[in-house]
């Protein structure tokens, strides 16, 4: 069940529930399960519990894939139900921390764009942006948001275009464009009585939901398997049959790499890179009734994994470590 589900269709606080007891049995994708059952919480207006649940994530945070997703979703929780000195210092916090995800930049930029703080908003959109795009040839998929929520609030604000303006201009593919739909001036039309104005109005939105519909239909990304030496040396080992799929760990990382890059080439947006291990593969293997040495079984479960958050972006960002665990820088070493 999707968080966004409406209420009437949907027991969040039951479906919280449900998470939170798929968590206690899952403890390596209790991350992405408390994260869905907070947004339940929230849109079930029991905000104080969802904060319960980030403050739960945050006491493990050496363990998180993403603290800064969780501080950001904690800080814009907590500004909805009065906490805004609160809100405002976790906020400050994460812009200073300057993450390489672009979602914690979305969600702190949302939350003072959602309080009137049009300025401050702007600045954290621009911020996020210097720190994720400066020298990208190719902004990926899940910075988009980033350079769209700039353009709304740069419009808002009454700026004129500049570069990153003109790029989320070219980047948005909607039959409207990004001006006109954060034009400020159209909440004036929803009041009119003119119907070519209405007219051009639901235009508007019907681009808008088909935009978001767009997003909601790639929730994770397009993910390829990856086994770090040790375990693709024991998935071998138990399983001979899949040698033919991996002859050697090197050929398999340059596979890896090729297959990205095809995909990127051929216009695949939001790419990733999950990580199997042999009881994990073996566990879900059973789940499906099949024999782990199936062929057949690798991309269902890289699929899986990505569809529990657990896919790192592909391409990495700029001057972060490579995907494949080398330690090294990832454009001197696979992005070469």
């Avoid at 739909?181 to 681009?207: F, Q, T």
Wanted: charge should be negative; include cysteine; charged fraction near 25%.
């Amino acid at each position: 069940m999707r968080p966004d589900t409406p209420a009437e269709n949907v027991d969040h606080t039951a479906e919280a529930a449900r998470l939170e007891r798929t968590a206690d049995r899952y403890p390596e994708d209790a991350e992405a399960l408390l994260l869905q059952a907070a947004a339940h919480l929230e849109l079930a207006g029991d905000r104080p519990a969802a904060s319960s649940l980030y403050d739960r994530l945050l006491a493990t945070q050496e363990g998180l894939e993403n603290p800064f997703l969780v501080r950001a979703l904690k800080a814009a929780n907590l500004w909805e139900y009065g906490h805004e000195a609160e809100a405002r210092a976790i906020i400050e916090g994460v812009r200073a921390a300057s993450p390489r995800d672009p979602a914690p930049w979305v969600i702190v930029a949302e939350a003072l764009e959602s309080h009137d703080e049009l300025e401050q908003a702007q600045e954290t959109f621009t911020e996020g942006a210097r720190v994720l795009l400066t020298d990208v040839a190719e902004p990926p998929y899940s910075t988009h948001p980033v350079l769209f929520g700039r353009h709304r609030v740069r419009r808002m604000l009454g700026l004129p275009h500049d570069d990153w303006d003109v790029l989320a201009d070219t980047l948005h593919t909607s039959p409207v464009s990004l001006d006109e739909l954060h034009d400020p001036k159209r909440v004036w039309s929803l009041g009119s009585e003119n119907p070519a104005e209405l007219e051009a109005e639901i235009s508007r939105l019907r681009a808008e939901l088909g935009t978001f519909r767009e997003a909601l239909s790639r929730p994770f990304p397009v993910a390829v398997l990856h086994w770090p030496a040790s375990e693709l040396t024991e998935l071998v080992d138990a399983y001979p049959s899949l040698s033919a799929e991996y002859p050697s760990h090197e050929e398999h990382l340059a596979t890896i790499e090729a297959s990205l890059r095809e995909l990127s080439a051929s216009g695949t947006a939001n790419l990733g890179i999950v990580t199997g291990t042999v009881p994990s593969y073996e566990a879900f293997a059973a789940s499906e009734g099949t024999s782990p040495a199936e062929p057949s079984l690798l991309p269902q479960y890289a699929t899986t994994l990505a569809a529990r958050g657990r896919a790192v972006e592909w391409p990495p960002q700029r001057g972060t470590a490579c995907w494949c665990g080398s330690g090294r820088v990832y454009g001197e070493c696979h992005g070469e």
